[in-house]
């Protein structure tokens, strides 16, 4: 049985991908007997970025710990099972689909966005399966956020803020802000990574106003690279831990927020250590080793796909160029800015080959892409048809010292996983 079909019909339900009320899923849930207030102790996470890096670190902790974990998250990549997880391990397809067939028969035509449908075949997935923690990411924002229906998280942790989303979460990163500390709930442990000013203050006030022990990246907790991973202390606790097996220096506050939401459940400090070295997650900053894109540079040169897609993003993938040259394979999506990404790591492109995101319709189209591009100083810019393409035109001129990174949006990265299986 597959849930493809009826994910489909589902799309049809409402005219908006996205429309920011709870009041539909508030709805469902009570028809579905409101699952979301029977789950395990559930971790909630919001945030711009890092979201899922931070999440994949916190669940690697708790299995190591021998704890059983259902997560959400989202976007998929390449199936849309892989954003359910349950008790450790993705939702098969016969019963994900039974999953929305149940709500779809509840629902009865009634209007509910795609996600707010997904929301609910996670909380009732998660309801009928024994596990030790159930770990939420927010979608996009946080207030209005379908996951947003848990009214008593165990913990909840806040991921650095930047601007994406503006026509959505608004136009200041105190607004966006504002949107993401909806999460925070009255009492309840909140976990702060490294933030911007004007986000800090506005989660300061909230929770505050809230009485939620609020737990900070440089104020109650500290973290600082190693020379082979990051050192970590809050009051007399102190761990010195591996290096990420997340590539990047960004990893390491991915890590360091996640060690922070682990020490305060209380793991051993093994279990944190082991998840720190271990956890996954694809898409950032993957090599990619096999399959027929690498083998058209052969095995001497490196290549990396990674999903970012905003101005913050940009400075990330900026950091880990720093010092070298790269060539960059881009596709973006229509609703974000590509030269606010590119005007970062400008000065370690090498060449820039733009694409379509195949079968996309919110695509950027490739030319647009080579004009930012040329804007903020990358002169070497073509369009090409395709990621093979692009490969094969890049590999002309390849060098060892030189690695090709595809990047610009989760949408192109999932395409790339499954066309280089």
Known sequence: MSADPILERLKTLHPKAIDMSLDRLVRLMAALGNPQDRLAPVVHVAG??????????VRAMLEAAGKSVHVYTSPHLVRFNERIRVAGTLIDDATLAALLEEIETVNAGAPITFFEVTTAAAFLAFARTPADYVL????????????????????????????????????????IAGEKAGIVKPGVPTYVGVQPPEAAGVFDAKAQALGAPLFRSGREWHFAPTGDGFAWRCGGRHYDLPR????????????????????????????????????????????????????????????????????????????????????????????KEPADFLRHVAPFVRRLRAIAIDDEPLSRPASEIVAAA??????????????????????AKADAQTPVLICGSLYLCGRILSQNA
Not at 374 to 395: C, E, F, N, W, Y
Request: proline content about 7%.
């Open 244 to 335: 990420p097996a997340l590539p990047g220096r960004h990893q390491i506050d991915n890590a360091a927020l996640a060690v922070a939401i682990a020490d305060g459940l209380g793991l051993p400090a093994e279990a944190i250590a082991t998840g720190v070295a271990t956890a996954q997650w694809p898409a950032r900053l993957q090599r990619l080793t096999k399959g027929p894109l690498p083998s058209l540079l052969g095995p001497d040169i490196s290549l990396y796909l990674d999903g970012g897609h905003n101005e913050a993003a940009g400075e990330v993938l900026a950091a880990w160029a720093k010092g070298r040259q790269i060539d960059l394979v881009f596709g973006m999506l229509s609703t």
């Open 48 to 57: 711009t970025n890092g979201k899922g890096s931070t999440l994949a670190c």
């Open 136 to 175: 939420l990411e927010t979608g996009m924002g946080g207030r209005l956020d379908a996951t947003n229906l848990v009214a008593k998280p165990v913990a909840v942790g806040l991921t650095p803020i930047s601007f994406d989303h503006m026509q959505y979460l608004g136009t200041t990163l105190a607004a």
């Open 374 to 395: 040329q804007s903020v100083g990358i002169d070497d810019a073509k369009t090409v048809p395709s990621p093979h393409a692009a490969i094969a035109d890049l590999a």
